[in-house]
């Protein structure tokens, strides 16, 4: 085993109160840490380090936890840049764009959908994600499905089936029929690649019945609930997550005080995505009520290539701390911890001891400037189990 000590930190957030200014981040300043078989082994004072077998020199820059992107739709083949133009043109978003991606995706082979999703894994690492999750979604058949999260599983062990994205179009006549089908045999191919279960509960996709419906058989199958709610109306999504026991509910921009207060009084994590509301010209989800309100708050790309074709965290924090008043401090533990939580991890997402050695060193001398300077390429060095990330995409 050999131990590398990261040395010359200028400001190293932990997100462990017990460490530092005592503050929810865990701020050491002048600082150092030091990485042993993959994990954080011990985090101190720069002067107080002890001798490691490597060491690497951060050069004062400030270094955060890696960034745990806990809502991807990462496996598709295609774009959709008309229909954003168009959307911005005017046109409202309304979700029936997802079949678009479905026919492309089907169409595709393997190494094209593997390249794809490289490609946005390589993006998403070189600007600071150690952790992601992905869903499936733009199959929609047995088959497609199945190797969406086969794709997946290569890149990720947080996977998520999400046969319940929409009811495809060749199923409009009979959607009974296909949440049988998610129910059933896709669920039976999927769940051995997945470790999650979502749907997508809103206008326009799947009512309360039909999500509880899905949600259950993945529980009874082993998998674990998550669900989108409550992005494009109020709705049952909230309610139906809690009640279930849910690790998140995503979006939750139109929420009702009882959902607030259900939220607020749950372990379920509210995972907001100003990335989709930001490239939908929608209305922000209200983090500051969430907050205010002593609700778990993420936030996550929702990366995709309808509604937020977005692999940057940074350009997420920026949105939270600028359009859903969150300060610069909530917005990155939301990035990192929150997303950690929303993924019931307690191994990545911070920088204490037992840890991953999964950090984010920026061209920057605090953490605030991911807000602070949007658009500016802040990350510099990312490095995952205590190694140099690899961040290029072949
Ligand atoms: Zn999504």
Redesign the pocket.
Known sequence: MTATLFSAIGELVTNDPALGDGSALGIVRDAALVAEDGRVVWVGSADEAPAADERVDLGGRAVVPGFVDS?T?LVFAGERSAEFAARMAGEPYTGGGIMTTVAATRAASDATLRANARRLHAEMTASGTTTIEA?SGYGLTVDDERRLLSISRELTAETTFLGAHVVPAESAADRAGYVALVCGAMLDACAPHARWIDVFCDVGAFGEDEARAVLAAGAAAGLLPRL?GNQLARGPGVRLAVELGAASV?HCNHLTEDDVEALASSATVATL?PGADFSTRAPYADARRLLDAGATVALAT?C?PGSSYVTSMPLVIALAVREMRMTPGEALWAATAGGAAALRRDDVGRLGPGARADLAALDAPSYVHLAYRPGAPLVADVFTGGRTAVTDKE
Request: charged share 40%.
């Open positions: 809502h739709h869903k989108h995503d995505l929702d995709n």
